[in-house]
């Protein structure tokens, strides 16, 4: 008996870590996405450029720079702007301006060969302006399989960037 309750014990504590680690990589891919854009933010002003936003259908988010001298969009590969792809668990939906973007339906838009902006063919999910707006929006980031904590990063489009934790299904 006293076996059965030690075993269940530790079955419980397991399952209590392996939840707080989940939510601690959630917390800190959400904190890492907000200190992100508001770099991307400072840059685009303090550079006086248009910095665009893009996330894919893989939940991969990179930055790029207008290069207005041969208007086609630069990756920013390197440094803290540099591409960065969530965790597999974790997924992402954007409602940019209250609309739901369908990021599979604006990756193909910008695979196709319908538009074309020089070495980088695609459109932003988002601008951040050299004037210090950015397209308003929402990214809500959460786990597929857990329903019970969601952050959401947004923006109005004129007064920074804020980082809510909610309790909700994603």
Same mark, same amino acid.
């Given at each position: 008996?006293?076996?059965?309750?030690?075993?269940?014990?530790?079955?419980?504590?397991?399952?209590?870590?392996?939840? /707080? /680690?989940?939510?601690?990589?959630?917390?800190?891919?959400?904190?890492?996405?907000?200190?992100?854009?508001?770099?991307?933010?400072?840059?685009?002003?303090?550079? /006086?450029?248009?910095?665009?936003?893009?996330?894919?259908?893989?939940?991969?988010?990179?930055?790029?720079?207008?290069?207005?001298?041969?208007?086609?969009?630069?990756?920013?590969?390197?440094?803290?702007?540099?591409?960065?792809?969530?965790?597999?668990?974790?997924?992402?939906?954007?409602?940019?301006?209250?609309?739901?973007?369908?990021?599979?339906?604006?990756?193909?838009?910008?695979?196709?060969?319908?538009?074309?902006?020089?070495?980088? /063919?695609?459109?932003?999910?988002?601008?951040?302006?050299?004037?210090?707006?950015?397209?308003?929006?929402?990214?809500?980031?959460?786990?597929?399989?857990?329903?019970?904590?969601?952050?959401?990063?947004?923006?109005?489009?004129?007064?920074?960037?804020?980082?809510?934790?909610?309790?909700?299904?994603?």
């Amino acid at each position: 008996m006293v076996v059965v309750f030690i075993i269940a014990i530790s079955a419980g504590l397991a399952v209590i870590t392996v939840g /707080n /680690n989940s939510h601690r990589q959630l917390d800190s891919e959400a904190q890492r996405l907000l200190q992100i854009m508001q770099r991307a933010s400072e840059k685009a002003v303090v550079d /006086n450029s248009e910095i665009g936003f893009y996330i894919d259908e893989d939940q991969k988010y990179s930055f790029y720079e207008f290069d207005d001298h041969r208007l086609a969009w630069k990756s920013l590969a390197d440094g803290v702007l540099a591409p960065h792809v969530f965790p597999e668990r974790i997924m992402l939906s954007i409602d940019v301006e209250n609309e739901e973007i369908d990021l599979v339906d604006l990756y193909q838009l910008n695979n196709s060969e319908i538009r074309d902006f020089g070495e980088e /063919n695609f459109i932003p999910t988002l601008l951040l302006t050299s004037d210090g707006q950015v397209t308003p929006f929402e990214i809500h980031i959460g786990f597929e399989d857990v329903d019970n904590i969601v952050y959401t990063l947004k923006s109005d489009g004129v007064s920074g960037f804020r980082l809510q934790t909610e309790e909700r299904a994603f």
